[in-house]
């Protein structure tokens, strides 16, 4: 059985939007710095990784939401690698209040990826062995994310200095920004998340201009980050009413 | 003598610019949360504002920085409310490294503002009375902000959905990204923050257009946030060469 971690977190007012709540930016830099807590402390160092010249991506994310964390509410956040494969690592995340119910639930896909030459490598056992996580024959699936049509809206979001983290690419959180802007502000105080997939392929570094694709159809949003010729993400995102 | 309080915070990775060091949005955020719980402590809560009717608004902050916090430091926020006039309050942060060392000061000035009206009133005494901060007859002078010229660069920034907080404004610490972008990675990634002296004039919200204006003479670079014809901040900042 795989390790279980778990940390309580207060939400901060600057990790809130307008209603409120917690950003989907920020539950998932909390969710990362939470798993990054789990690694220390099973020894996943820093400096284990840099003898093996890797580093962690992730390719996808399955957000589901019943409700999003207040500002000052104290929620736990928890994770668990949950198996890998040949190429894969797959890490769960799950959100709970006070009471022990299930607020918010992440499914992940992660790659290893080499610091030299930027290619995805072959997962290392050395280092997943120590998450205890089974070995898994196939590839886990995640939802179908459908395209976008190519003649939708679209807006243009030149990468700024402070989207750069310290891996000098955009954290691939400020692509929900870019995504759910585009909504507007009179849908977004009106409706809640309730489940988000998005799938990673290209990261976008410092002074690359950012195409945000948009379309909508009643409760479902579908979004493209592009730069140039090339795809950066996918999503699709289902709504549900505020009540 | 005013009550000082203090807390301890870990920089985590998300709150690290691409030097590792925290971000000046992020510093600013934290102190105003620890001075947001000492307000709790002190008893003077939401409750009690919303029964006079009033919020507090910044307008200026004189932030001194021998250096920023690193990623995964461990440091002390402190705060403490330093005295009050008719119509200022003025509060002082300051952060330490785990060996007591000064790391940043900020001195900052502030008002009190009707929520109905939207107009500045005079200090009410039952709140400021619980800081046992001194009455002070004079008002306190922070160092002059030189203009930028009319004729500088200049950038605008649309108002984006997660720019904006839970009082449907922007929270002001995203003038300092729409200010300091203006400078470019290579001055960023060289140089490093020693002083910012900045003044609050006009809150920007949903769907305004801001303009940056920038000016930068060697190491002092001068900057302004509008909107139309209304002026909403200015800045003077000092840098210095990285070692």
Redesign the interface.
């Known amino acids: 059985m795989a390790t279980i971690y778990q940390e309580a977190h207060q939400i901060?007012?600057?990790q809130?939007?307008?209603?409120?709540q917690m950003?989907l930016?920020?539950l998932v830099?909390?969710a990362?710095?939470v798993s990054?807590h789990q690694n220390e402390e099973l020894g996943i160092t820093n400096e284990l990784m840099q003898q093996h010249q890797v580093g962690w991506v992730v390719t996808q994310y399955q957000i589901n939401v019943n409700r999003m964390p207040k500002?000052d509410e104290t929620v736990t956040f928890a994770t668990m690698a949950t198996g890998y494969n040949k190429y894969f690592c797959y890490r769960d995340f799950w959100v709970t209040d006070q009471k022990g119910n299930r607020l918010v639930t992440i499914h992940s896909a992660w790659v290893m990826m080499s610091y030299k030459t930027r290619q995805m490598v072959a997962i290392i056992p050395e280092i997943v062995a120590k998450y205890k996580a089974p070995f898994m024959k196939g590839i886990k699936h995640f939802p179908r994310i459908h395209h976008v049509n190519a003649d939708i809206a679209k807006r243009p979001y030149r990468v700024?200095?402070?989207d750069?983290?310290?891996n000098?690419h955009v954290?691939n959180?400020h692509y929900f920004?870019w995504m759910?802007?585009h909504?507007?502000?009179p849908f977004?105080m009106a409706h809640d998340l309730a489940e988000i997939n998005i799938r990673y392929e290209h990261e976008l570094t410092?002074?690359d201009l950012a195409q945000s694709q948009f379309q909508q159809q009643g409760l479902i949003s579908r979004h493209r980050i592009s730069t140039g010729e090339r795809q950066c993400a996918e999503a699709e995102v289902t709504w549900k009413n505020r009540h």
Request: overall charge negative; glycine content about 6%.
């Open positions: 901060a007012y600057y809130g939007d307008t209603k409120k950003t930016a920020m830099n909390v990362i710095l990054e500002v700024r200095y402070y750069i983290d310290a000098q954290n959180v920004d759910f802007d909504l507007g502000m977004l410092v002074n």
